[in-house]
Structure formats: C-alpha cells, structure tokens
C-alpha cells in the first residue's frame, strides 16, 4: 500500500507532509510525495535537479519539524501543460495509490460547503479515498 501526498510549501501543505508521515510510520506503507511542476517548458537540466534538490529540502525540513525526520520518502514529480490538477490526477493513478493526502486553509461554513475548485475536483476525480487535512491552528 502507498500513502501520498501532495506537496505544497505552505503551513497547510507541510500539515499535510507530517500527516502523511504519521499514517505511513503507523501502517508501515511507503511514503510518496508528489509535486506538479509550475514550469512546463523547463530547458536547463541543471536548473531541474536544482529544483527537485530544493524540493526535497523542503519535504525534508517539514518531517524534521513535524518529528519524522527519519521517515523514508520517494518524491515524485510531473509538469503541467496548463491543468495542474489533471496532471496531479494522473500522477496519483500512476503511481497507483492507497490513500491520499492533501492539506488545506482552514475555511467558513460557506467555504466547506462551496470547497476550492482544485479540491473539489480532486475528490472527484481520484479514485483512491483522500484524507483532507487542515493547517495548525496559530500558537497563541
């Protein structure tokens, strides 16, 4: 079974990272992390790994800071040709996934009932069951 999550640096995405981190050390599941890539003309191959290096130091930093410093993780990467929600789409059945996991901002009653359009698609669209997870509430 894969446990996947979306990537995005934010404090709802890094949410999002240390939930996926939690259900995989608890099921024992491989970890995958996914990311659309906002380029989709990216010429230079160093500026790619450059990217993808930034990438993994991102994902890293946010298990670090969540206590799953040690959890293994795959990151897995796509670009978009202007719909980065299908491209996310087939990244997931690619990759043929168990569970998958997206943070989201914290929203009104109306927000919940009306979701944000790429959320909402998702859940449509992905055929393995979504865990939808909220960022932290502020430190007061």
Do not use: C, Y
């Amino acid at each position: 079974m894969t446990i996947a999550v979306v990537h995005k640096d934010s404090p709802e995405g890094r949410a999002a990272i240390v939930a996926a981190a939690r259900e995989s050390v608890g099921r024992s599941e491989e970890l995958l992390v996914l990311h659309v890539l906002d380029d989709v003309n990216i010429g230079d191959t160093a500026d790619t790994e450059d990217d993808r290096a930034a990438l993994r130091g991102e994902i890293q930093s946010a298990l670090d800071a969540g206590g799953f410093s040690e959890t293994k993780w795959d990151l897995r990467t796509t670009e978009h040709d202007g719909d980065p929600v299908t491209a996310l789409v087939n990244l997931v059945h690619g990759a043929g996934v168990d569970l998958l996991i997206v943070g989201t901002r914290r929203m009104s009653p109306i927000g919940k009932f009306l979701l944000e359009r790429p959320l909402q698609r998702l859940l449509l669209e992905v055929e393995a069951p979504i865990l939808v997870v909220k960022e932290p509430l502020p430190a007061e």
